[in-house]
Nanobody, 130 residues
Framework: QVQLVESGGGSVQAGGSLRLSCAAS????????LGWFRQAPGKEREGVAY????????YYVDSVKGRFTISQDNTKNTLYLQMNSLKSEDTAMYYC???????????????????????WGQGTQVTVSS
């Protein structure tokens, strides 16, 4: 059973930075898809950034491109999300998620909606004030 624990959320001023961490355990040795998602009050959960444990591939939604960076430290089984130039619209609960490797219909590894991920952390709150 894969377990995920996020940390690193907090409150920052617009333009500031935060780095989220997601400690993972329970991998069985196969490659996994990893993703960061967020959910603001009254809105649906949306994908933010994706990566693959066995490939050097990353994808971002347009709203965070150039500002957020997803990375992983396989020696520590930890996933990161570096968030720079934060905006008030980035305020949300942030979740990391994992699942066995899959490929989207457009060929992108691990790029999918929340329903394609089986394992979830408890979330960490990010609040950006303007």
């Amino acid at each position: 059973q894969v377990q995920l624990v996020e940390s690193g959320g907090g409150s920052v001023q617009a333009g500031g930075s935060l780095r989220l961490s997601c400690a993972a355990s329970g991998y069985t040795g196969s490659s996994y898809c990893l993703g960061w998602f967020r959910q603001a009050p009254g809105k649906e959960r949306e994908g933010v950034a994706y990566t693959h444990t066995g490939r050097n591939t990353t994808y971002y939604v347009d709203s965070v491109k150039g500002r957020f960076t997803i990375s992983q430290d396989n020696t520590k089984n930890t996933l990161y999300l570096q968030m720079n130039s934060l905006k008030s619209e980035d305020t949300a609960m942030y979740y990391c998620a994992a699942d066995r490797v899959f490929r989207a219909s457009d060929g992108r590894w691990c790029f999918g909606p929340p329903t394609t991920f089986a394992y979830w952390g408890q979330g960490t709150q990010v609040t950006v004030s303007s």
